[in-house]
Each structure stands twice: as structure tokens, then as C-alpha cells.
């Protein structure tokens, strides 16, 4: 499989307020074409900010952004605006999870498809051509009348409608890579079952690869292939979605399955404790204070990533604690 995207010790920190903390702390991940990797976690725990961050999209007299991110071969100029402006749209798209404010009140839906399709570096196209792809790719959408709908503004429409908008919005370009932060989110399950279905069906058609953030397990368990357990900045756990689904090693993937027999649509269960406060500055395990397993070490030295085997199938856990069968250390990186 090629690999599309590799994101090598991203670390984010906010540096707009009194005092600068980290938010991102080294997370490393790769995307294979036509793969879904799904990243998981509660809220705050840094999941849209390493979108932006990966995007170039996150303001730079509040943000600091280190880490190797590379587009296939290349490296993402993800410190340049205008560097970054190529890769947006075509290569690299993102839905948000807030579908209205994606949208200008101001110009009908069809001026969004005239925009996004008329960038730079492409051959420019007519209303009329716009108005033909726009069609085309909204009926895929399930959308019954999309002349009408071109002609709406984006008040006029429903959330779920919206959502579905914005998607063939990022896959008109016909994207490599397909961020998606919590695109159901804020639906109702019919909804929520209706983008994945077509998300799904998208994927195989162009061979996108998608990397899905959500706090929905249910969501992530339907869609990825790979799965990332991200706290407080940092991945606990990864592998593949079977192994981690199957037999989750870290105790906060434990914590978050255990009420969950089958995946369905419910949220992550709530957690005992508070998540940490990310500008105290950390020695240990960031999920000491929650742990049940803890012990005096956890408090003190950082976690490495073990692996972890279940049913033969292995995956990367940063705990070493609780690994039932652990093999030995894969090193201290993400
Ligand atoms: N605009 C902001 N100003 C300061 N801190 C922020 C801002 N946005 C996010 N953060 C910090 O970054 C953390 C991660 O946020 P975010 O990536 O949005 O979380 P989520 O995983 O829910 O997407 C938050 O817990 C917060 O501490
Ligand atoms: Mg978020």
C-alpha cells in the first residue's frame, strides 16, 4: 500500500496567553492510500488542533508547530500560508464539525462549488461546468433536487443537509486525503448513518484515504481500519482496529470500552477524574491521576510504546504496566 501521509513527533504548543503550554505532544502516524485511520479521545484532548496544525491552518502569533509531516515524497510546508495553499482542496480536504459556519450566508451554495472548484493551477471552469459537477456529486449525496439546493443559501438548509454539502464540497476536488473531524457529530443517527454509508462508498470509488477524528467509538469502529486512543496530546495506544477493539492494553482505552460490549451509536462513557491541565508541565504518564493500574514509577518516567499481541495480532501501547502480553520495548517515540 502507498503510503499518503506521514506525520512524524508532532508537538503543538499555544503560546497566545499568559503562559505557553503544549497541546500536542509527539504524536506520529502514518495513512496509507484508501486506508481510514481513526484518531479517538475525549474532548480537549487535542484532536482538532493537530488537523489545523497538520493543514497549516492554526494562527501564528498563537501557535507553535514542530514535527516531519510529509505528502507522499514531500514535505508539508506546514509553517507557510501560501506554500500550504496548493495542497488544500485538491490534495488535502477537511470537514469540520460545525457545518454553518463552514459556509458564506452571504452567496448561494452553487458560488461555493464555483469557488472551490476555480483555484489556482487548475483550468478554470464556467458556471454552467461548475453547475454539472456540483449536480453530479450532490445526487451521490443522496440530495433529491440539487438544482435546488445550489440555488439555496446556506441558512435556508438543515444541519444534516449542510454536512452532507460540505462533504461533496471537499470530494468535488477529489481529494487524496480527506480530513474529517467529527462529521456526524452534531446529526441525529439517521443522519450519522447516512454521511458514514456515503463516506464509505466515496472512499472506494476515488480511493481517498480519511483520517477521522471523532469521541464517537461507534463512528470509528464502523469506518477505521487503524485506530489512534489520543490523552491529553499524546497517543496511548495504536494497530490496527481489530486488535485495539478486540484487546485494548492501555488502561484508558480499556476505561473507555468497558461499558461498551457491542460498538453502537452511544458517546465514550465518562470517565472518573478530570483530564489533565495542559500547561502543567508533565514527568510522568499523563493519565496517572485517573489510572487504576498506576504504580510510584508512573508518576515519574514517561511511558515508551510496548507492544502488545492479542490473537497473534499486534499493536503499539504506551504503557507498560498493564500489556497482559507485552514483547519488549519498541522505542520511545510515537
Ligand atoms: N483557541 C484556543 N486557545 C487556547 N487554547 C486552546 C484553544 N483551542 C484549543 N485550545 C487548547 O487545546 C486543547 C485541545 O483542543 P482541541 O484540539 O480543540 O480538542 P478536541 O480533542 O476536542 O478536538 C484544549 O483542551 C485547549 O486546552
Ligand atoms: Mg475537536
Not at 503544549?22 to 502516524?29: A, L
Not at 466515496?202 to 483520517?211: D, R, V
Request: glycine fraction near 8%.
Amino acid at each position: 500500500m502507498t503510503e499518503i501521509l506521514k506525520v512524524e513527533d508532532l508537538q503543538i504548543r499555544f503560546i497566545g496567553g499568559k503562559k505557553d503550554f503544549s497541546v500536542v505532544n509527539g504524536i506520529s502516524f502514518a495513512l496509507n492510500r484508501g486506508e481510514t485511520l481513526g484518531i479517538i479521545g475525549e474532548s480537549g484532548s487535542g484532536k482538532s488542533i493537530s488537523c489545523m496544525g497538520i493543514l497549516g491552518l492554526l494562527a501564528r502569533d498563537k501557535w507553535r508547530v514542530y514535527g516531519d509531516i510529509r505528502f507522499g515524497e514531500n514535505p508539508l510546508p506546514y509553517n507557510d500560508n501560501r506554500a500550504m495553499r496548493p495542497y488544500r482542496g485538491r490534495h488535502l480536504a477537511l470537514i469540520i464539525q460545525n457545518p454553518l459556519s463552514a459556509f458564506n450566508q452571504m452567496i448561494p451554495i452553487a458560488a461555493h462549488f464555483y469557488e472551490t472548484l476555480n483555484v489556482p493551477n487548475v483550468p478554470p471552469q464556467n458556471m454552467e461546468q461548475v453547475r454539472h459537477q456540483a449536480r453530479e456529486i450532490l445526487a451521490r449525496m443522496r440530495i433529491r433536487d440539487p438544482d435546488a439546493v445550489l440555488d439555496s443559501y446556506a441558512f435556508q438548509l438543515s444541519g444534516g443537509m449542510l454536512q452532507r454539502i460540505m462533504i461533496a464540497l471537499a470530494l468535488v476536488m477529489k481529494p487524496d486525503i480527506l480530513i474529517a473531524d467529527e462529521p456526524t457529530t452534531a446529526l441525529d443517527l439517521t443522519v450519522q448513518h447516512e454521511i458514514i454509508t456515503i463516506l464509505q462508498e466515496m472512499q472506494e470509488k476515488q480511493g481517498t484515504a480519511i483520517l477521522l477524528i471523532s469521541h464517537d467509538l461507534g463512528v470509528i469502529a464502523h469506518l477505521a481500519s487503524t485506530i489512534a486512543v489520543i490523552y491529553a496530546g499524546e497517543f496511548v495506544e495504536k494497530g490496527k482496529a481489530e486488535a485495539l477493539l478486540e484487546c485494548p492494553a492501555h488502561p484508558y482505552t480499556q476505561g473507555l470500552f468497558a461499558s461498551r460490549p457491542k460498538f453502537s451509536k452511544e458517546r465514550l462513557p465518562i470517565m472518573e477524574g478530570q483530564p489533565p491541565r495542559l500547561f502543567s508541565e508533565r514527568r510522568g504518564c499523563a493519565f496517572y491521576p485517573r489510572c487504576k493500574s498506576r504504580e510510584d514509577s508512573c508518576m515519574t518516567s514517561r511511558p515508551s510504546a510496548v507492544s502488545a499481541f492479542s490473537g497473534g495480532k499486534e499493536h503499539e501501547t504506551w504503557c507498560s504496566r498493564t500489556a497482559p502480553s507485552s514483547v519488549g520495548h519498541i522505542g520511545d517515540g510515537q
